[in-house]
């Protein structure tokens, strides 16, 4: 009896676990809110694996618990191996085998509409992130788009604005990204624009998105750019690349329309040449 009371209390935890992850969507445990224009494609894949894995979880699980309590040890009584069955041993191999190319065929389109440069819709704004150990670069043009934007990305140009850790946008503009890392891997990750991609030493890399809400709004009080309380939307380095990698935190602020971008633009272009250091005094000379 005993035997079978162990897999009672292992079904029972088995069981508690599916149960609280069958209501974290219901009580806000759940993904981000997206703000992605291809966040929808994206969430679409996640839930076909999560069906697939999900199912085959309470499955074996299920089996697992029934067999416990069912052949629970017994004094005298032998166990049974199947062993060298080509049936079982065909099917354990075919049906991974077609739910991996249903999975390799359905991610075809949304890799394609997020990954590759040639299907990337024409920018509204450019800019360029260098990450480092351990912040976020972000390098602005003086204007949303730079002549020749990947000859822009290589070379910085005298007006270029950098702010750490601060990546300014507009709802609806189609933003191009040039990722790079100044030293080790990290990897660019913001989960309520459903996107994430490594920077590699040595490559410059094209990461695009388009923000369907906006989160930034002007405080004529104090002067500034300031965020939604709710709607935080955290850039956080997604590959761990040293002791402050728990640091790499930047801020996504989404301004409502371009108008707004560019007089934040404005104020970001003033405060940086305040900024530049004096001109040097003419040095004296000294007798
Ligand atoms: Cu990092």
């Given at each position: 009896?005993?035997?079978?009371?162990?897999?009672?209390?292992?079904?029972?935890?088995?069981?508690?676990?599916?149960?609280?992850?069958?209501?974290?969507?219901?009580?806000?445990?759940?993904?981000?809110?997206?703000?992605?224009?291809?966040?929808?494609?994206?969430?679409?894949?996640?839930?076909?694996?999560?069906?697939?894995?999900?199912?085959?979880?309470?499955?074996?699980?299920?089996?697992?618990?029934?067999?416990?309590?069912?052949?629970?040890?017994?004094?005298?009584?032998?166990?049974?191996?199947?062993?060298?069955?080509?049936?079982?041993?065909?099917?354990?191999?075919?049906?991974?085998?077609?739910?991996?190319?249903?999975?390799?065929?359905?991610?075809?389109?949304?890799?394609?509409?997020?990954?590759?440069?040639?299907?990337?819709?024409?920018?509204?704004?450019?800019?360029?992130?260098?990450?480092?150990?351990?912040?976020?670069?972000?390098?602005?043009?003086?204007?949303?788009?730079?002549?020749?934007?990947?000859?822009?990305?290589?070379?910085?140009?005298?007006?270029?604005?950098?702010?750490?850790?601060?990546?300014?946008?507009?709802?609806?503009?189609?933003?191009?990204?040039?990722?790079?890392?100044?030293?080790?891997?990290h990897s660019f990750f913001s989960p309520q624009l459903r996107l994430?991609?490594?920077?590699?030493?040595?490559?410059?890399?094209?990461?695009?998105?388009?923000?369907?809400?906006?989160?930034?709004?002007?405080?004529?009080?104090?002067?500034?750019?300031?965020?939604?309380?709710?709607?935080?939307?955290?850039?956080?380095?997604?590959?761990?690349?040293?002791?402050?990698?728990?640091?790499?935190?930047?801020?996504?602020y989404v301004h409502e329309n371009k108008e707004d971008y560019l007089?934040?633009?404005?104020?970001?272009?003033?405060?940086?040449?305040?900024?530049?250091?004096?001109?040097?005094?003419?040095?004296?000379?000294?007798?």
């Open positions: 009896m005993q035997q079978k009371g162990w897999s009672i209390f292992f079904g029972a935890i088995l069981l508690g676990a599916f149960l609280l992850f069958a209501v974290a969507p219901f009580v806000g445990w759940w993904l981000p809110a997206n703000v992605s224009t291809f966040g929808p494609d994206v969430d679409r894949l996640f839930y076909i694996i999560l069906g697939f894995t999900g199912f085959f979880f309470v499955l074996t699980g299920a089996i697992l618990v029934y067999a416990m309590y069912r052949f629970a040890w017994r004094a005298n009584t032998k166990s049974h191996y199947v062993e060298g069955n080509h049936r079982l041993e065909i099917a354990w191999t075919v049906v991974p085998a077609i739910i991996l190319l249903f999975i390799a065929v359905s991610q075809i389109s949304t890799w394609d509409t997020i990954k590759y440069y040639a299907s990337m819709p024409n920018p509204d704004l450019v800019m360029q992130v260098t990450a480092r150990q351990w912040d976020w670069s972000m390098r602005y043009a003086d204007k949303p788009q730079p002549d020749n934007a990947r000859a822009w990305a290589e070379v910085p140009a005298i007006d270029d604005i950098y702010l750490p850790s601060e990546l300014h946008c507009w709802k609806g503009a189609n933003v191009r990204i040039f990722l790079k890392t100044q030293d080790v891997l994430k991609q490594d920077a590699l030493p040595g490559k410059t890399i094209p990461v695009w998105f388009n923000a369907t809400d906006a989160n930034t709004s002007y405080n004529a009080k104090t002067g500034k750019w300031d965020i939604d309380k709710n709607k935080r939307w955290e850039i956080a380095c997604a590959e761990l690349c040293g002791g402050g990698h728990y640091r790499m935190q930047g801020m996504i007089k934040w633009l404005d104020g970001a272009k003033e405060a940086a040449r305040s900024r530049q250091p004096e001109k040097k005094p003419p040095a004296v000379a000294k007798n």
